[in-house]
């Protein structure tokens, strides 16, 4: 793999590798090794055209555990400004020793034109492309979901784990959502079943040919599918405003209908988990009760995310240089 861009990429050896390296790297993030030599001596670039905070911060993270240098562009107040275009911000920050770019862009195949054009010649990661894909974040839900299937508590997966059999359902702004596109793609490669859940004009053309089970009804989508886990996704109000349609249905009767209140909490499995990528409408599609219910796993995927950013970046930055990370290293 010489580039991170979309979950589809990702066979399901491919996706266990990764779940499992990070495995390892929580590890030892919970010893007192905080900081790995493997990326020592290499340059990460963090290439930001859109506003983040988890995944922004925890790709620096990351990138910082395994001793890289970090250099964090963000397109509000660079030359971008200036009118300056993708190509030349990119091939500028590789004249100054980029071995790795991490891109989030509000254009859907930014990454791609990246990885693909000839401009720079070092793996890129996709950390968000308009309303495309989010690969890290679908990774660090699987890595979350994995934990949770088979203990109560989220323990550490064993080695190999796959999600047969687990059945999730995504709820909300489908249309408009990279991270269920990234998730539909990884879960259904690692097994589960994935049932969507939207008002109908919150879906994209071309449902019909994904593969996931597509529902109207939440209560019955709760009732009837009984999920091992509910991933409620944020209503994107900045993108609907911009392509000329206004929010329908109207916010209250959203989360009358589609919304994580305490009723719908309680009627799930005792074991569900409660997911949501983040950054969260308190109130819109998950009320406060749910979000912070001890059965909320929020915080601890954005905990995950440095882990899984970690085993990506180890992955395509010292992928087979033994000498720079031996995986005893790693799992010492
Ligand atoms: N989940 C996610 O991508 O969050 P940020 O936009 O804060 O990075």
């Not at 950390?127 to 495309?132: F, I, L, M, Q, S």
């Not at 996931?212 to 409620?232: G, K, S």
């Amino acid at each position: 793999m010489r580039h991170l861009l979309s979950a589809a990429d990702l066979s399901l050896e491919a996706a266990v590798e990764i779940l499992d390296t990070a495995e390892a790297m929580a590890t030892t993030q919970q010893r007192t090794i905080k900081k790995l030599p493997t990326l020592r001596g290499r340059t990460v670039v963090n290439l930001f055209f859109e506003d983040s905070t988890r995944t922004r911060i925890s790709f620096e993270a990351a990138a910082k555990r395994l001793s890289a240098d970090v250099i964090n562009f963000s397109a509000k107040g660079s030359s971008v400004s200036k009118g300056e275009s993708l190509k030349d911000t990119a091939q500028t920050l590789q004249a100054m020793g980029a071995d790795g770019v991490v891109i989030r862009h509000p254009a859907s195949g930014a990454p791609y034109r990246l990885a693909h054009s000839g401009w720079i010649g070092v793996p890129v990661l996709n950390a968000g492309d308009g309303t495309h894909q989010h690969p890290t974040q679908a990774l660090l839900d699987a890595f979350t979901l994995r934990r949770h299937l088979h203990t109560a508590g989220g323990a550490p997966a064993p080695a190999g784990t796959d999600l047969a059999g687990a059945r999730v359902t995504i709820v909300g702004d489908v249309l408009h959502s990279r991270v269920a596109r990234s998730n539909v793609e990884l879960l259904t490669t690692l097994g589960a079943r994935v049932t969507l859940v939207a008002p109908p004009t919150l879906l994209p053309v071309g449902i019909d040919g994904w593969p996931a089970t597509v529902r109207y009804d939440l209560d019955a989508a709760i009732a009837e599918d009984t999920p091992d886990a509910i991933m409620m996704l944020r209503v994107q109000r900045e993108r609907m405003s911009s392509g000329g349609g206004g929010f329908f249905p109207s916010p209250l009767e959203y989360h009358r209908r589609f919304g994580l209140d305490g009723a719908r909490l309680r009627a799930l499995p005792d074991h569900a988990i409660v997911m949501h990528p983040g950054p969260m409408n308190r109130g819109l599609e998950i009320s406060a009760e749910a979000a912070d219910s001890p059965r909320s796993t929020i915080i601890e995927q954005v905990a995950n995310g440095v882990s899984v950013r970690m085993a990506v970046l180890y992955l395509l930055l010292a992928g087979g240089d033994a000498a720079a990370a031996p995986a005893a290293e790693i799992r010492a």
